[in-house]
């Protein structure tokens, strides 16, 4: 027989054979029991989770329920910004309604020193790998974790996990969507996934501290982002402050465009090698570097950079070497990441287009970004980013063939797909502006993206800034809702790899009424020592003039 009573606030279970065999369970028994009246230890209160049941009754969307599958007390370790609490991890599995979809892994942590909150972790690409929620917040790697503070951290791996073998050598999660042949999994990864972790995990958190987060917040970038997106838009009752980093709202656009570049790269000699992704990064800094007022391998003042590739031009416009740029890889990069999508077809999310990068105005293609060899069929892991994620989403979530030449597929002209890029469209693109329900509960939201992201182009984050002022007017949004750009930052890395203490600033806006002012991202490349000003969008950090480079009170916040 099991007994359960509670104390100081958690329910403590015991095994009882019986009164008569003189175990003391409770007062009923006759007697006293000084173990039973001493509270349990954390180690106790841990493993009483094991096995752990939550209803389908609890998860606010269709599953079968969820089982925790191990637990773990974890000893207190780190120090400074690594420190972390002693902690009782928690890792459990969701079942889904089609037998034949995967279950939704997650990863809960709870800590003995509970601050009495709780915080989300968004995934990446898609997803595929367990969200541990041990790690900073996106884009604070020099900050404090949510852990260390006291919070109940937790992620899941979005209902899927990646396939083995992959579709190719070293293939990451951003780029397997295999999963997307069956529906439900389809449906987690899009964004069902959010509410019914977020509502186990509460089941959870109660059973652990016998009541529920005074507050919770979510966190993401890129297609965390993007989750982070979703979660304010469909559940913002569930959530009190939300950061959003470089997100991929309109992720099908997105990825139609990705599709647009490779397709612009796999033509006849028009692929730009690494040597002459250097040769185009370094002639964008020549140019546009001390436009912000200082030459420090930054271009802050984007919008005034007019650098062209076509400056590079070879002689006669053949490929002659690493020393200039053909007018094929011209025409690339013009057309491929100068220029943007535009739709000829309608799509239900209402979505027409998809913005260009800033690609000639300090972003660096080096990296993963523009890979080492040209997109081609089969894929290869060397491929540029675009190629590579596009070839998975043509495959599997358009044309759901594994087989099928995803270079083939033309973004702009789907002809019989394109009902499937109408349905993706409706499933992937977070795109609502109108707020109200997440801002009159008191929400705060936080948007960062980095003005050199070769990834998803800050024009998107722009463009969504745009239209919820449109929708909801400046005033509004500036209630609830800042928006910032950080020169040199790509996408989570950068010459200016930027890191701002945003968890302690949304804590300050959301639960003690102090909007951010004066805030300052600092740059965490080792062997850096600089910093600037957080500047919220439009404006950016131009150089004073005079004193320390490195210093943030050195620049002022500027919109033109």
Known sequence: ???CIWRKKVLWCAQAASCAAGVAILSACGGHSDTLNAPPTAAQQCSSLANANVPASAIGLPTTGAHVTATALVAASGTGVAAVGEYCQVQGSIAPVDSSAPPIKFQLNLPTQWNNKAFQFGGGGFDGTVVTGLGPSVGAPLALTPLGRGYATFGSDSGHALKSPPDFANEAAAYDMSFALNSEALHNYASDQIKKTHDTVMYLIKQRYASLPSHTYFAGGSGGGREAFAALQKWPQDYDGVIAYYPAWPLNEMLLNYGKVARAWAAPNAYVDVAKQTLLYNAEISACDALDGVTDGIISNVKACTFSPATLRCPGGADTGDTCLSDAQISALQTGMGSGLTLTYSVPSG?????????FSGVDLRNLEAGTTAPAYPPTATMPFAALISASFVRYGIVQDANYNYLTFD????????????????????NATDLSAFQKRGGKLFVVHGAADATIPTASSEQYYARVNATMGPSTVGSFFKFYEVPGYAHGFGQFNGSWDSVSALEGWVERGTAPTNQTVTDANPGTARARPLCEYPSWPKYNGSGDQNAATSYTCVSS
């Open 1 to 3: 027989m099991q007994t």
């Open 411 to 430: 973004p702009l002209n789907p002809g019989i797909y394109q009902s499937a890029v109408a349905s993706m469209s409706t499933l992937l693109d977070m």
């Open 351 to 359: 979505e027409t287009q998809y913005p260009a990068y800033n690609v």
